[in-house]
């Protein structure tokens, strides 16, 4: 097997630069232009119509529709599976080297189709210019790296030899996975699951978001013209309600790979551990499930610096990343210059459509969100005191302004509870045992940050703040495909760490072999 080059991260487009800018406005008229279009369900290949449709919406204009889908029935989920069963042997056999070569492809794919990706996550998604160009670099990063995290697998693993045998352990695919990913980062999470799933031998049924389905058909050309086989993998949009559960509960359904809430990934988890009838394993799931992230602001930090890193980890993306800071917890030394300066800054932020450039904010996903998060938002202003924001933004999507609200106690709802959306509680601790203590009173785990220039405080942290990815003088969103492995503890889930040299080991069931000699 050839080996690759050095893994190295994908690097941003550049905005600011005419041509790159022309480039992405060119490709948001061209996506525009194929706005409405209808995408049939493909299982095989066989191409099927159904009569109940599903129509992704703009939410940055919710008269807008994106993409039309057809929806699956629990007959055809079931037919899906079957036949990923049934070409699994044969995918299962493909050499390693070959399925390494597709993903390789498939990233040059997506590097080729950039600008386009950053349109369909703009439109669909309501992702900014830059958050857009994250996502799809992240999508790319994920193919390039478990390309050569797989060449590393499928060579022979060191394993102590015996007098007088021959010792070796090989690593051989699970079987149908069936991957459920997230609408808010609807290609980079949706492509890592699925193509960690595909090169370690398994076959697929992706049951994309519903809602940013379209994103997941794009992705389905990229992964047929990278060579793919068509039985590989299924894209089955539906109703989680109506073939979810079918999925997951069917007897041939080997593994479940899972981003999303924290009360579906248990039932997932609850589902998948009832054997059925005919079923010869135990189901494995992966689960990366919520968050109520933390930042921590020190007595002796850098305000500026903590003030920037709140203000990206909160409102990128209006707040809709499992890593987005929701509770900022400050030194009473420094509590009231803290709010001051961050109050400012939050004020200051532009909300808008997210295809113009001219906006930090975008909108949230959907009107059912807006609604939740505007609910939580009143519950605020009853638990805290109003800093900034407060309510929706006027337009024809579903704008909500960034809003913080100050001296939230632990016992709040606004504390504890996931809110996913651009909502931050601010929090007074006495001191830094004291700070340590509120971030870690949450049933989650998956991210937090700590703003200190004092080392005694953040080897405390180190050893004490329990989350799986853990950030000090930075942001807590932004993890790094290779540098920053992925995932969180308790109820934040199965500390999976995607992007991490651990993480293709959930595909695969290791086989160890002894041979007699002499």
């Known amino acids: 097997m050839e080996n690759l080059p050095e893994f190295r991260n994908e690097g941003y487009t550049d905005f600011s630069q005419p041509a790159h800018r022309q480039a992405m406005e060119e490709a948001l008229d061209a996506v525009r232009a194929r706005f409405g279009r209808e995408y049939r369900l493909r299982i095989g290949s066989e191409w099927i119509s159904t009569d109940d449709k599903l129509e992704s919406l703009n939410p940055s204009n919710a008269k807008e529709i994106v993409g039309i889908h057809h929806k699956a029935t629990p007959e055809l989920a079931r037919r899906a599976v079957e036949c990923a069963s049934a070409f699994f042997p044969q995918w299962s056999r493909t050499p390693a080297a070959e399925r390494v070569r597709m993903l390789i492809d498939a990233a040059r794919i997506l590097r080729r189709r950039k600008m386009e990706f950053d349109a369909w996550l703009a439109y669909e998604a309501g992702k900014t210019w830059p958050e857009a160009e994250a996502d799809v670099s992240e999508a790319i990063d994920f193919c390039e790296y478990y390309a050569r995290e797989m060449q590393r697998l499928a060579c022979p693993q060191k394993v102590h030899q015996l007098a007088g045998e021959q010792d070796e352990m090989v690593y051989l695919p699970l079987g149908v996975g069936i991957v459920i990913p997230p609408w808010n ?3 980079a999470i949706l492509v890592g699951m699925t193509v960690a799933s595909l090169v370690t031998g398994n076959t697929v049924i992706l049951k994309p978001s519903s809602e940013t389905p379209t994103i997941a058909a794009q992705f389905a050309e990229v992964l047929l013209e990278a060579g793919f086989p068509e039985r590989s993998f299924t894209i089955l949009t539906g109703s989680g309600s109506v073939v979810g559960d079918v999925l997951v509960e069917h007897p041939k359904t080997r593994f479940v790979s899972f981003t999303g809430s924290r009360d579906v990934g248990l039932r997932i988890n609850e589902l998948a551990a009832k054997p059925q009838k005919g079923q010869v394993w135990i189901k494995r799931v992966i689960a990366e499930m919520g968050g109520k992230d933390a930042i921590i602001v020190d007595g002796d930090s850098d305000l500026d610096r903590a003030v920037d890193g709140v203000v990206a980890s909160a409102f990128g993306y209006q707040g809709q990343k499992c890593s987005a800071c929701s509770r900022a917890i400050v030194d009473a030394k420094v509590y009231e210059p803290f709010l001051e300066k961050l ?3 939050v004020k200051a932020i532009s909300v808008g459509p ?13 009107e059912s969100a807006r609604k939740s998060i505007l609910q939580y938002i009143e519950t605020g202003k009853r638990e805290g005191r109003l800093v900034a924001g407060g309510g929706p933004v006027p337009g024809d999507g579903y704008f909500i302004a960034p809003t913080v609200i100050a001296d939230v106690e632990p016992t709040a709802r606004i504390f504890q509870e996931e809110i996913f959306g651009p909502v931050l509680a601010v929090s007074k601790a006495r001191d830094f045992d004291h700070a340590l203590q509120l971030a870690n009173d949450s049933e989650y785990g998956l991210t937090g940050a700590v703003f200190s220039l004092d080392d005694e405080h953040l ?8 989350v799986g990815n853990l950030y ?12 920053h492995p992925f995932g969180g503890f308790n109820m934040s889930g199965t500390d999976s760490k995607a992007g991490g040299p651990d993480y293709l080991l959930l595909f695969l069931q290791a086989k160890s072999i002894a041979r007699k000699v002499g």
């Not at 000090?472 to 540098?483: I, L, P, Y």
């Open 185 to 187: 980062f609807p290609l």
């Open 343 to 345: 109050a400012g800054k």
């Open 354 to 366: 997210s295809d113009d450039p001219r906006h930090y904010m975008g909108p949230v996903i959907s």
């Open 459 to 466: 080897g405390r942290a180190k050893e004490q703040f329990h």
């Open 472 to 483: 000090f003088n930075r942001k807590c969103t932004g993890a790094m495909v290779g540098a």
